[in-house]
């Protein structure tokens, strides 16, 4: 079988995450963070889903997703309802999940040429 070196076309690769940390590309990150397959906000705000507001989604919805990926930490936890309803009220979708599982799901859609944007809440 012919194995082939793929270089992604997008800037930045989720490489692991979990709820304390996240290694993107070769840089480890320790606090809340916003990424699309082409930019990196390392400073934003949130540390605890469940208190969300929708003024929290501001930096995400910035950067023009069609989908929001949003790692709740270690254990999956689902925002307020009105953060949902702020997504929706302007057509995009809101998936929440573990890190580690946004991580993958963050690389596939990047890969696929998808507009995602993925909020990470680290507890580091």
Known sequence: MQLNLEHPDHEFVLRAADGASARVNDRQLHASFVLSPNRLVDDWGVQDVKAMTPQDL?????????????GSGAAQKFPP???????????????????????????????????????FVLAG
């Open 58 to 70: 501001e930096p995400v919805l910035a950067l023009d997703p069609e989908v929001i990926l949003l």
């Open 81 to 119: 309802a009105a953060v949902i309803a702020a997504c929706l009220s302007r057509g995009v979708g809101l998936e929440t999940m573990t890190n580690a599982a946004a991580a993958r799901t963050f690389n596939i859609l990047a890969g696929e040429g998808r507009r995602v944007v993925a909020a």
